[in-house]
């Protein structure tokens, strides 16, 4: 019995591409992009074969190579040459950090299209005709939902944080809870932006507990003038634990001349528990609390592209945008396009059916059973999979623990690995998890007008479990 067929090397598969007629090295082409591309192209049927697969002939690899040529000349987007190749997002983590946090709402992806496309009036002021404020249409729009004085835009939150924490000078001292000392993501640490950003942090506390008196003991003594609150968005600290109280934190740094900054993290522009979930504070409340400045995120629990929104006090605020690094931290016209059109949803009240995040956590448990089980019925054969309940998460960093009932398509009988595998090889790719050795699809976080492409992914899943490899 012969094993599996192995791929062959790249020399050989462009060798067999440019006998079989293929232009690949002529006509502008890059031979390095060439390259690129045959090399992931083995590297996906090794993976397909380490998956149980068999392998596909020199010819079949040599047809689907030219095929991605020929889609990038094209202009097509195939996911092996971009990277970025679209999936159906079936794990039940609506917040997915690997595959990318926070979908856009249809506004904002058109907006993001009309900016991309043509000149704009990205800092050109039509009334008067001359140079305008860059951020202006975002920044109108965040003032109103946050009743802020001002804001400003960066390009994710911890640059929003590098920024706002650099209001304490060369040196000068920021204090923070040792409890909210946390690692953000990606290897990323409060201290270290801190640092980086050219100030000198001055824990207070402990891990557990800190009080009003921790920070005015440092305040008082003007080793700081800057208070970094920091929200503990991705993970929860629970038994004997105690934070300050924001109000008076604030009374107590003002007086002593500090300003507050409240980092938000994910941010909420919603009533959390409206939808069952733990509250989320608001920037609005944090301002009304007394933080003189508030920074979140513009992707995650606002649901738009990936920013950073500093809301707060109009003379900081200014201060900040004449900042140098301001500049280095600006997103583009893109952007900008895409979390107006975002922001605008909330203003218009329609942000719980417009936006994906918060239309995927409000849908309810009943309409995700009717989904799962009209897919398990359109099967070729339904008794291959059935519907189960099960929990899925916001993800993202954002409400640690926090879980929303849903039901999901459960595929059993089949080596789970193997089948995911056949499902991530799909046309379209579906991205799922194993539990109790099968394979669960969670309907909460597809799309519901991505359920017959859901269906069809699954039927060619189930007929090959080790698909070849795009």
Same mark, same amino acid.
């Given at each position: 019995? %012969?094993?599996?067929?192995?791929?062959?090397?790249?020399?050989?598969?462009?060798?067999?591409?440019?006998?079989?007629?293929?232009?690949?090295?002529?006509?502008?082409?890059?031979?390095?992009?060439?390259?690129?591309?045959?090399?992931? &192209?083995? #590297?996906?049927?090794?993976?397909?074969?380490?998956?149980?697969?068999?392998?596909?002939?020199?010819?079949?690899?040599?047809?689907?190579?030219?095929?991605?040529?020929?889609? @990038?000349?094209?202009?097509?987007?195939?996911?092996?040459?971009?990277?970025?190749?679209?999936?159906?997002?079936?794990?039940?983590?609506?917040?997915?950090?690997?595959?990318?946090?926070?979908?856009?709402?249809?506004?904002?992806?058109? /907006?993001?299209?009309?900016? *991309?496309?043509?000149?704009?009036?990205?800092?050109?002021?039509?009334?008067?005709?001359?140079?305008?404020?860059?951020?202006?249409?975002?920044?109108?729009?965040?003032?109103?939902?946050?009743?802020?004085?001002?804001?400003?835009? %960066?390009?994710?939150? /911890?640059?929003?944080?590098?920024?706002?924490?650099?209001?304490?000078?060369?040196?000068?001292?920021?204090?923070?809870?040792?409890?909210?000392?946390?690692?953000?993501?990606?290897?990323?640490?409060?201290?270290?932006?801190?640092?980086?950003?050219?100030?000198?942090?001055?824990?207070?506390?402990?891990?557990?507990?800190?009080?009003?008196?921790?920070?005015?003991?440092?305040?008082?003594?003007?080793?700081?003038?800057?208070?970094?609150?920091?929200?503990?968005?991705?993970?929860?600290?629970?038994?004997?634990?105690?934070?300050?109280?924001?109000?008076?934190?604030?009374?107590? /740094?003002?007086?002593?001349?500090?300003?507050?900054?409240?980092?938000?993290?994910?941010?909420? &522009?919603?009533? %959390?528990?409206?939808?069952?979930?733990?509250?989320?504070?608001?920037?609005?409340?944090? @301002?009304?609390?007394?933080?003189?400045?508030?920074?979140?995120?513009?992707?995650?629990?606002?649901?738009?592209?990936? *920013?950073?929104?500093?809301?707060?006090?109009?003379?900081?605020?200014?201060? &900040?945008?004449?900042?140098?690094?301001?500049?280095?931290?600006?997103?583009?016209?893109?952007?900008?396009? $895409?979390?107006?059109?975002? @922001?605008?949803?909330?203003?218009?009240?329609?942000?719980?059916?417009?936006?994906?995040?918060?239309?995927?956590?409000?849908?309810?448990?009943?309409?995700?059973?009717?989904?799962?089980?009209?897919?398990?019925?359109?099967?070729?054969?339904?008794?291959? $999979?059935?519907?189960?309940?099960?929990?899925?998460?916001?993800?993202?960093?954002? @409400?640690?623990?926090?879980?929303?009932?849903?039901?999901?398509?459960?595929?059993?009988?089949?080596?789970?690995?193997?089948?995911?595998?056949?499902?991530?090889?799909?046309?379209?790719?579906?991205?799922?998890?194993?539990?109790?050795?099968?394979?669960?699809?969670?309907?909460? %976080?597809?799309?519901?007008?991505?359920?017959?492409?859901?269906?069809? #992914?699954?039927?060619?899943?189930?007929?090959?479990?080790?698909?070849?490899?795009?």
């Amino acid at each position: 019995m %012969t094993g599996p067929r192995r791929p062959p090397s790249i020399d050989a598969l462009l060798r067999a591409a440019e006998a079989d007629g293929g232009d690949l090295g002529v006509g502008g082409r890059d031979r390095a992009a060439v390259l690129e591309l045959a090399r992931r &192209l083995l #590297a996906d049927e090794r993976t397909s074969i380490s998956a149980g697969g068999t392998g596909r002939s020199v010819a079949d690899l040599v047809s689907d190579l030219l095929g991605r040529l020929g889609a @990038l000349g094209r202009g097509a987007a195939p996911g092996v040459a971009s990277g970025l190749m679209p999936v159906i997002n079936a794990t039940g983590v609506i917040l997915h950090t690997n595959l990318g946090r926070a979908s856009w709402p249809d506004a904002a992806v058109d /907006a993001a299209r009309l900016a *991309a496309g043509g000149p704009s009036m990205l800092e050109l002021d039509g009334e008067t005709g001359r140079r305008g404020r860059r951020f202006r249409a975002v920044e109108d729009e965040v003032v109103a939902l946050t009743g802020a004085e001002d804001a400003l835009v %960066t390009n994710n939150n /911890a640059a929003a944080v590098a920024l706002a924490v650099g209001l304490a000078g060369r040196g000068g001292g920021v204090l923070v809870s040792r409890g909210e000392l946390v690692e953000i993501g990606g290897g990323v640490r409060i201290p270290e932006i801190v640092r980086r950003a050219g100030a000198r942090l001055i824990e207070v506390g402990t891990t557990n507990r800190t009080r009003v008196a921790d920070f005015e003991a440092a305040l008082a003594d003007g080793r700081a003038k800057v208070v970094l609150r920091v929200h503990p968005s991705n993970f929860a600290q629970t038994g004997f634990v105690e934070a300050p109280d924001a109000v008076n934190l604030a009374s107590v /740094a003002h007086a002593h001349g500090a300003i507050v900054i409240d980092d938000l993290g994910s941010g909420a &522009l919603l009533d %959390t528990e409206r939808f069952g979930l733990a509250h989320e504070p608001t920037p609005t409340e944090r @301002l009304a609390a007394g933080a003189d400045l508030v920074t979140f995120s513009g992707d995650k629990l606002v649901g738009g592209p990936q *920013a950073g929104i500093i809301a707060g006090r109009a003379d900081l605020i200014e201060r &900040l945008r004449r900042d140098p690094l301001a500049r280095a931290m600006r997103p583009d016209k893109v952007i900008l396009a $895409a979390l107006a059109a975002t @922001l605008r949803l909330y203003r218009a009240g329609i942000a719980h059916t417009a936006i994906p995040i918060w239309r995927q956590i409000a849908v309810s448990p009943d309409e995700l059973e009717r989904r799962a089980t009209a897919v398990v019925a359109a099967l070729d054969d339904p008794s291959r $999979a059935s519907t189960g309940r099960t929990e899925s998460t916001i993800g993202g960093g954002s @409400l640690p623990g926090q879980t929303l009932r849903s039901w999901a398509v459960v595929i059993g009988g089949t080596p789970p690995q193997r089948l995911l595998a056949s499902l991530r090889f799909g046309d379209p790719a579906v991205i799922g998890r194993v539990v109790d050795d099968a394979v669960v699809l969670d309907l909460r %976080t597809v799309e519901p007008a991505d359920d017959d492409r859901l269906v069809a #992914a699954i039927r060619a899943a189930l007929a090959a479990p080790a698909v070849a490899a795009r």
